[in-house]
């Protein structure tokens, strides 16, 4: 996968991310995580986009540890969403499966930057 698929990729999963955030339950609860949800849902991708035109491979590893971040913060509201039965399991599962393989990506693209740098110490 090159960096514009992947990028593609996490722009797919904000537009996720925003209908998921539009069909929570307007309670107390569903607020709370729709707000939290939203941005960080829709961080990663301009993150990544960042990280692409870095300055220097420290600039690159510094913006997809935030990108990383955010991803796995996503993950965290969405396994919240499934465990408050706020949508349907089945239709959060694909979401989180999304989440967590960009979780993988994304830390392992920073595992290979960060032995580059310690490769040419």
Known sequence: ????ELAD???DFAARVGKVVD?????????????QLVRCGTAAAP?????????????FIHKLRICLKELRESRSWIRLIIKAELLGTK?????LDESTQLCNIVGKSIVTAASKVTKKR
Do not use: F, Q
């Open 91 to 95: 239709k959060m599962a694909a979401l």
């Open 1 to 4: 996968m090159n960096s514009d």
């Open 47 to 59: 993150n990544y986009e960042e990280g692409c035109a870095a300055e220097s491979r420290a600039d």
């Open 23 to 35: 069909a929570l339950p307007d309670t107390r609860l569903g607020r709370h995580i729709a707000g």
């Open 9 to 11: 990729r996490m722009l």
